[in-house]
């Protein structure tokens, strides 16, 4: 079993480098994903396939790596992310222009899991709609529950002003991930 650990004992310079690491695979992600759609659009595709045929051609890679960042993050800023999803598109394929999200999930994100036990997939699995599919609902059960645990526990001491201030984000955001999920098996169906 996973052991979980609490973001401020996490070595520091560990983290750093884990960020720093999260940043490079993310701008080179975008980099192929820029150049996969200037391909398409030479070749004389439309902009929404030429998106798709880009989208695509990383869509494996995109998931493994966000599977991480879904699984290390901390909880209130995966609130703060998933209130923004609405202007990624219906499947994602706005998400790489909204580059400043993802940089801000990866801010708040460590190497070792602090919320869930849960683990990402490898790009193989993930390019998979199917497999990919089941991580996001267990996902998404997952972090439901933890959000609306913390939303509804009494805060300690410390933690008093910090929880009162993210618990409508961890609400809202459950809601949000739950019609999101709607939204994506509707589409596919």
Same mark, same amino acid.
């Given at each position: 079993?996973?052991?979980?650990?609490?973001?401020?004992?996490?070595?520091?310079?560990?983290?750093?480098?884990?960020?720093?690491? %999260?940043?490079?695979?993310?701008?080179? =992600?975008?980099?192929?994903?820029?150049?996969? !759609? *200037? +391909?398409?659009? @030479?070749? &004389?595709?439309?902009?929404?396939?030429?998106?798709?045929?880009?989208?695509?051609?990383?869509?494996?890679?995109? %998931?493994?790596?966000?599977?991480?960042? =879904?699984?290390?993050?901390?909880?209130?800023? !995966? *609130? +703060?992310?998933? @209130?923004? &999803?609405?202007?990624?598109?219906?499947?994602?394929?706005?998400?790489?222009?909204?580059?400043?999200?993802?940089? %801000?999930?990866?801010?708040?994100?460590?190497?070792?899991?602090?919320?869930?036990?849960?683990?990402?997939?490898?790009? @193989?699995?993930?390019?998979?709609?199917?497999?990919?599919?089941?991580?996001?609902?267990?996902?998404?059960?997952?972090?439901?529950?933890?959000?609306?645990?913390?939303?509804?526990?009494?805060?300690?001491?410390?933690?008093?002003?910090?929880?009162?201030?993210?618990?409508?984000?961890?609400?809202?955001?459950?809601?949000?991930?739950?019609?999101?999920?709607?939204?994506?098996?509707?589409?596919?169906?």
């Amino acid at each position: 079993m996973t052991t979980l650990y609490d973001p401020s004992q996490q070595d520091p310079t560990a983290t750093a480098g884990y960020r720093q690491h %999260r940043r490079t695979i993310w701008q080179m =992600l975008r980099v192929h994903h820029a150049d996969t !759609l *200037a +391909e398409a659009q @030479a070749r &004389g595709f439309g902009v929404d396939v030429a998106r798709r045929a880009a989208g695509i051609s990383i869509r494996g890679e995109t %998931r493994s790596w966000m599977s991480e960042l =879904l699984t290390r993050a901390t909880v209130p800023a !995966l *609130a +703060e992310f998933l @209130a923004g &999803g609405q202007s990624w598109g219906q499947s994602g394929e706005h998400l790489m222009d909204h580059s400043e999200a993802v940089v %801000r999930l990866i801010d708040h994100s460590y190497p070792l899991p602090t919320w869930t036990v849960l683990g990402p997939l490898a790009p @193989a699995h993930a390019l998979d709609d199917g497999m990919w599919s089941q991580w996001v609902h267990v996902w998404r059960e997952q972090f439901g529950a933890v959000a609306r645990s913390q939303a509804a526990a009494p805060p300690t001491a410390e933690e008093g002003s910090t929880l009162r201030r993210w618990a409508p984000w961890l609400t809202s955001a459950a809601v949000i991930l739950g019609a999101t999920t709607i939204v994506v098996v509707a589409t596919r169906e």
